[in-house]
């Protein structure tokens, strides 16, 4: 698996590729949103380079000995933490996990899959209060302020 700078755009990316391919469907619904979203933008690099990163992931992957395309997440849990170590910085934590969130709930379920990647983020990056906010109250507390 190739190693990113911590906090660096292309390891932030590669999280949202994991995320994009934990359910091991590369679903049109999830690259529409990406698009729709401008998620590239989001995360500093520009389309090219996202794509560029998610098809390393997935050629890391498939070289792998860590892949797990048998079970449920396709890589196995050091491998998901060795990921989620490479972004250090807690606000970029937080962004990726809405980002994450709202990309796994594109195709209207959340795959066991990407169920995994998103409580390994949470685990890892303790961000089990994150998982209390919904979009909906960020909404309204904006709104009210």
Known sequence: MRIYPCNSPQAAARIVALTVLADRDIDKTE???LDRMAIHEQLGIDRQEFHAVLDSLCEDLLS????Q???????????LAELMGEIEDTALQRRLLRLCIVIAEANGQVAEGESIVLTA???HWDLH???LRSPDRDLLAKTMT
């Open 31 to 33: 690259f529409d949103l």
């Open 64 to 67: 792998s000995e860590q892949l």
């Open 69 to 79: 395309w048998a079970d449920t997440c396709p890589v196995d849990n050091r491998t």
């Open 121 to 123: 983020a949470v685990e």
């Open 129 to 131: 209060h994150e998982m």
